[in-house]
Protein backbone atom coordinates (compact mmCIF):
# COMPACT_ATOMS: atom_id res chain seq x y z
CA UNK A 1 0.00 0.00 0.00
CA UNK A 2 1.49 3.42 -0.64
CA UNK A 3 1.52 5.91 1.44
CA UNK A 4 2.93 9.34 1.57
CA UNK A 5 2.79 11.67 4.29
CA UNK A 6 4.00 15.21 4.49
CA UNK A 7 4.28 17.35 7.59
CA UNK A 8 6.43 20.56 8.78
CA UNK A 9 3.83 22.98 7.70
CA UNK A 10 2.32 26.23 9.76
CA UNK A 11 2.14 30.12 9.80
CA UNK A 12 4.87 32.08 8.97
CA UNK A 13 5.77 35.65 8.66
CA UNK A 14 7.13 37.04 5.27
CA UNK A 15 10.40 36.49 5.28
CA UNK A 16 10.42 33.34 7.32
CA UNK A 17 11.78 29.50 6.76
CA UNK A 18 9.61 26.21 7.33
CA UNK A 19 11.22 22.59 6.56
CA UNK A 20 8.96 19.88 5.08
CA UNK A 21 8.88 16.78 5.40
CA UNK A 22 7.98 13.33 3.22
CA UNK A 23 7.72 9.90 4.70
CA UNK A 24 6.87 7.26 1.92
CA UNK A 25 6.05 3.60 1.62
CA UNK A 26 5.09 1.35 -0.80
CA UNK A 27 6.33 3.58 -3.54
CA UNK A 28 9.48 1.80 -4.82
CA UNK A 29 11.43 5.17 -3.13
CA UNK A 30 14.84 4.58 -4.97
CA UNK A 31 15.30 4.56 -8.61
CA UNK A 32 12.91 7.61 -9.48
CA UNK A 33 12.42 11.33 -8.97
CA UNK A 34 11.00 12.49 -6.16
CA UNK A 35 9.11 15.78 -6.03
CA UNK A 36 7.07 18.58 -4.04
CA UNK A 37 3.92 20.26 -5.27
CA UNK A 38 1.78 22.76 -4.26
CA UNK A 39 -1.97 23.98 -4.52
CA UNK A 40 -2.73 26.97 -3.23
CA UNK A 41 -6.96 27.81 -3.12
CA UNK A 42 -8.71 27.78 -6.20
CA UNK A 43 -5.45 27.25 -8.26
CA UNK A 44 -4.35 24.22 -9.77
CA UNK A 45 -1.40 21.70 -8.57
CA UNK A 46 2.12 23.00 -9.69
CA UNK A 47 5.11 21.55 -9.30
CA UNK A 48 7.93 22.91 -7.17
CA UNK A 49 11.00 20.95 -6.99
CA UNK A 50 12.49 17.83 -7.55
CA UNK A 51 15.67 15.53 -7.19
CA UNK A 52 16.94 12.69 -8.74
CA UNK A 53 17.95 9.27 -7.11
CA UNK A 54 21.83 10.38 -7.73
CA UNK A 55 20.49 14.36 -5.85
CA UNK A 56 20.42 16.52 -9.15
CA UNK A 57 17.80 19.35 -8.34
CA UNK A 58 15.36 21.31 -10.34
CA UNK A 59 13.32 23.91 -9.29
CA UNK A 60 10.10 25.75 -10.82
CA UNK A 61 11.30 29.51 -11.28
CA UNK A 62 9.68 31.27 -8.63
CA UNK A 63 11.37 29.51 -5.47
CA UNK A 64 14.64 29.34 -6.97
CA UNK A 65 17.13 30.43 -4.08
CA UNK A 66 14.86 30.25 -1.71
CA UNK A 67 13.88 26.79 -1.98
CA UNK A 68 16.30 23.30 -1.06
CA UNK A 69 14.97 19.89 -1.76
CA UNK A 70 16.89 17.24 -0.19
CA UNK A 71 16.13 13.15 0.03
CA UNK A 72 17.55 10.06 2.16
CA UNK A 73 17.08 7.02 -0.06
CA UNK A 74 17.72 4.94 2.92
CA UNK A 75 14.59 6.36 4.82
CA UNK A 76 12.91 6.78 1.49
CA UNK A 77 12.03 10.48 2.66
CA UNK A 78 12.06 14.19 1.07
CA UNK A 79 12.32 17.33 2.61
CA UNK A 80 12.06 20.78 1.33
CA UNK A 81 13.61 24.07 3.32
CA UNK A 82 11.76 27.15 2.57
CA UNK A 83 13.79 29.91 3.59
CA UNK A 84 12.49 33.68 2.49
CA UNK A 85 8.73 32.62 1.94
CA UNK A 86 6.24 34.98 0.18
CA UNK A 87 2.55 35.19 1.16
CA UNK A 88 2.62 33.65 -2.91
CA UNK A 89 4.12 30.49 -1.57
CA UNK A 90 0.76 30.13 0.72
CA UNK A 91 -0.51 26.72 -0.59
CA UNK A 92 -1.20 23.12 0.62
CA UNK A 93 2.36 21.02 -0.01
CA UNK A 94 2.76 17.86 -1.54
CA UNK A 95 4.94 14.62 -2.20
CA UNK A 96 4.89 12.61 -5.05
CA UNK A 97 7.37 10.75 -7.56
CA UNK A 98 7.55 13.25 -10.56
CA UNK A 99 5.79 12.38 -13.30
CA UNK A 100 3.56 11.77 -10.07
CA UNK A 101 1.79 8.83 -9.00
CA UNK A 102 -2.15 8.97 -8.95
CA UNK A 103 -2.27 8.13 -5.14
CA UNK A 104 -1.55 11.67 -3.11
CA UNK A 105 -1.23 12.10 0.43
CA UNK A 106 -3.25 14.38 2.77
CA UNK A 107 -0.49 17.61 2.28
CA UNK A 108 0.68 20.60 4.91
CA UNK A 109 -0.38 23.56 4.83
CA UNK A 110 1.62 26.74 4.85
CA UNK A 111 0.34 29.74 5.30
CA UNK A 112 2.79 32.82 4.87
CA UNK A 113 1.45 36.33 6.30
CA UNK A 114 2.34 39.57 4.87
Known amino acids: QVRLVESGGGLVQAGGSLRLSCETSGIIFGPYVMAWYRQAHGKEREWVAAITSGGTTAYTDSVKGRFSISRDNARETVALQMNRLQPEDTAVYYC????????WGRGTEVTVSS
Open 96 to 103: NRRPAIST
